[in-house]
């Protein structure tokens, strides 16, 4: 079913404000899961609302927390997120990080202690707005086993890069993982086949069947022992650029994903002179003989965020009800 | 067969030598060359420096030729590679990114009109032995259809990302190509089954067959539509922020594969303080239960170096005949 944008977002508002939360964060978070919802990403939308409440319930996020300066060393700053919500740290990293990429051409915030981020498509997409080139990544808890391994040991650690653009920005927003649990669970759910292939079965073969990847929790990284080290690399980078907690200490330490380490980069770019150049690239990409439309990434987003203004935010029933329970 | 290192210097040398090159440039030509075979990636080592000596002699490759600023904007710096040697141009803006970061904590140099880098992680480990986080990319001509298409529109554009690590630096050096085509080659003229999927047949069916994907053209991004997004990305922003040419620019020109754009960013980190955290996110990415060794990204590139050290650098014996015979 179809649910108004501004009715999503205010039953959102509605129950963190039940939470005793006070009206400007639970109007931002509010607006996250709602926009979330709004653009597609309903996995991180309403249908993670209720693990949202649940975590700060649990005081895996702390509502009014803000994040705290740690370091300046020129155009890169770390903060302490100070387990405050991580929709709202992050914005508030590429906001530092525009403001630093304005005075030095590029910057750089690192941010430790932080919570997840939701969707990372909304910080690109954030600088994409300001007109400067964004690009950041998180790490998660351990859900991809390394490349020759058969264990959880790596993240999906997403990695966002978007290009500012009149008609539409250009918004990268992948995860590591070729699917996400979420899809995983979905096609099992339908016992439908994956497109490609998203991971082994228990005897180790590439396989395409959802509820065998998920019975193995052997998911598997985009290009293989390629994605293996990119979420490797991702993962250092975000531990060691802001001194925080790194996928091995999150997941070791037993606890739910709270408290990850995140990077925002910012770079300032010309976007009169890059229009036509940006048009080009893109034209040249779509004039390929094609068997299904070709699109940039993000291009997608904005059809669905059109229809939703228009037609209503599309929603899981079931997860509707349980939020309007809540 | 193999070969002391410094007799496949000495070769290469003496061919740039005969071509009326200076000592200097010349000299680090041939180490280029020389290292990438020592370090295992013979595509861009022996078996590419004909390929090199033919693009000097058809002009793309400008040996004397050095780079120039074109901007400084705080700590960016944009360059005109003025079609030097790719190593070399890349070598050097490394070195500015360096610098830049060691005065802002992070530099990013872009460069247009370069040329081919050879071997990305080379600028990684440049970066990573000084002590800094280095990463860079670069366009190439089309060779890689996007997502949906048939025909090929993206570059196979290299990510490298490196990290400074005592006891080894983690350098990822990643192709957004499932397998390059000299992989593709290999296993063609071997007659054997790629290890995983690598393309599209002319029929559009996911296939191991090498032959078939040389055939069609359709050789596979890491991650399907990921890799075609990430290799869009990474385009966008080699173009814009050098303000050189694009793939699609590269590729409608018509020309080979000259003229492309890179950038290089360096971050400054604290290596003492890291050492530890490094070896922990390591040592947990190592401790899954295993299929085959698990690996970190230049862990098998080390092995290669010390061996090719102690017992010479493996050749082609035809490749090594042809360049004995420039």
Same mark, same amino acid.
């Given at each position: 079913m179809r649910i108004p944008y501004q009715q999503l977002r205010a039953e959102f508002k509605r129950v963190l404000t039940a939470l005793n939360i006070n009206d400007e964060v639970a109007e931002a978070c509010a607006a996250t899961f709602a926009d979330n919802s709004r653009d597609g990403v309903y996995s991180h939308g309403l249908n993670r609302f209720p693990t949202f409440v649940e975590y700060i319930k649990e005081g895996l996020?702390? /509502?009014h927390a803000t994040p705290t300066q740690v370091k300046i060393m020129g155009a890169i700053e770390q903060w302490d997120g100070?387990? *405050? /919500?991580g929709m709202l740290n992050a914005k508030f990293c590429m906001n530092r990080a525009i403001d630093l990429a304005n005075d030095n051409g590029i910057g750089c915030v690192a941010i430790k202690n932080t919570n997840h981020w939701m969707r990372g498509g909304s910080y690109g997409l954030q600088a994409a707005e300001a007109g400067y080139i964004g690009l950041c990544f998180t790490n998660t808890i351990a859900n991809l086993p390394p490349? +020759?391994?058969?264990?959880?040991?790596? +993240? &999906? &650690?997403p990695l966002v890069i978007a290009i500012p653009r009149k008609g539409g920005h250009v918004v990268l927003d992948m995860a590591? %993982?070729?699917? *996400?649990f979420g899809k995983l669970w979905q096609y099992e759910a339908q016992g439908k086949p994956l497109p490609v292939p998203g991971g082994y079965d228990k005897q180790g073969n590439l396989t395409t069947d959802a509820a065998a990847i998920v019975e193995s929790k052997r998911a598997l990284p985009i290009g293989f022992w390629k994605g293996s080290g990119l979420s490797l690399v991702l993962d250092l980078l975000a531990t060691l650029l802001s001194g925080g907690d790194s996928t091995a200490a999150i997941t070791q330490a037993g606890r739910?994903? %709270?408290g990850v380490s995140q990077v925002f980069i910012a770079i300032k770019t010309d976007n009169d002179k890059n229009a036509a150049m940006i048009d080009e690239i893109i034209a040249y990409t779509k004039s390929s003989e094609a068997d299904e439309e070709i699109l940039f990434p993000g291009e997608n987003m904005l059809r669905t965020r059109e229809q939703s203004l228009k037609q209503g935010v599309w929603v899981d029933e079931e997860m509707w009800g349980k939020v309007k329970g809540l």
């Open positions: 996020v702390i /509502p100070n387990l *405050a /919500p490349w +020759g391994g058969t264990e959880p040991r790596l +993240g &999906n &650690n590591i %993982s070729q699917y *996400a739910k994903e %709270s």
